[in-house]
């Protein structure tokens, strides 16, 4: 079965520190992998997409990695800022299907 | 967000009525969706278009069906709502495929729906 499954839940840290968020998936035969954000009440926005063949992907101070080997992925967040505090979603999709598999989300709360 | 709509942001409504919530886009876009959000799930797929009356559906359409009679314009209805479809309701638009690279994909703010 297709699955993404995305640690921590939810994450505590303080403004300026760094911190990095898991996904890992069951996805087969893999297409590319997204990371989203959503902040409370809005829809998801897209950060980073990377294909197979990509193995990191920066946008701004959000940095992905892709282990395709192992099926894992992860969002580095570097300095981060009280405007990070949102949900980070791991999307995965599979080749040959117009389907995206969604991981429940890393809720991050940053505090001053 | 920009270039795509939905409405309306939030509605109660009784178990038992007819409820449309509405996906609009200026972005011209071939392919939309509709998903719904709950706590402990990802979003999950109901229905998707891929082009005008050109409807399919996605994992968990029981109960909802959907309209595509203009390119701007997918219409999502809960055909009889009941306490388990409330949920945060989110309309998506695609200028390709998912297969494909695709920096298209945006979604709409979500509507919040409560079946009462």
């Known amino acids: 079965k297709n699955q993404v499954e995305q640690s921590p839940q939810s994450l505590i840290i303080l403004e300026g520190k760094n911190c990095t968020l898991q996904?890992?998936?069951?996805?087969?035969?893999?297409?590319?992998l997204r990371w989203y954000k959503q902040d409370t009440g809005r829809g998801p926005v897209s950060l980073t997409i990377m294909t197979f063949s990509e193995n990191t992907k920066s946008n701004g101070r959000y940095t992905a990695t892709l282990d395709a080997d192992t099926k894992q992925s992860s969002l580095h967040i570097t300095a981060s800022q009280l405007s990070d505090s949102a949900s980070y979603i791991c999307v995965v999709s599979a080749r040959n299907t117009d389907k995206l598999i969604f991981g429940t989300g890393t809720r991050l709360q940053v505090f001053p | 967000d920009a270039g795509i709509t939905q409405s309306p942001r939030h509605k109660v409504t009784e178990t038992g009525t007819p409820v449309t919530l509405r996906c609009h886009q200026t972005?011209?876009?071939?392919?939309m969706y509709w998903y719904r959000q709950d706590p402990g799930h990802g979003l999950r797929l109901i229905h998707y278009?891929?082009?005008?009356?050109?409807?399919d559906k996605g994992e968990v359409s029981d109960g909802y069906s959907v309209s595509r009679s203009k390119t701007e314009d997918f219409l999502l209805t809960l055909e009889s709502a009941t306490s388990s479809q409330t949920s945060v309701y989110f309309c998506a638009i695609s200028d390709s495929p998912t297969t494909v690279l695709d920096y298209g994909y945006t979604f709409g703010s979500g509507t919040r729906l409560t079946v009462v």
């Open positions: 972005e011209n876009h071939r392919y």
């Open positions: 278009s891929y082009g005008v009356k050109d409807t």
């Open positions: 996904c890992n998936y069951t996805v087969s035969p893999f297409s590319n």
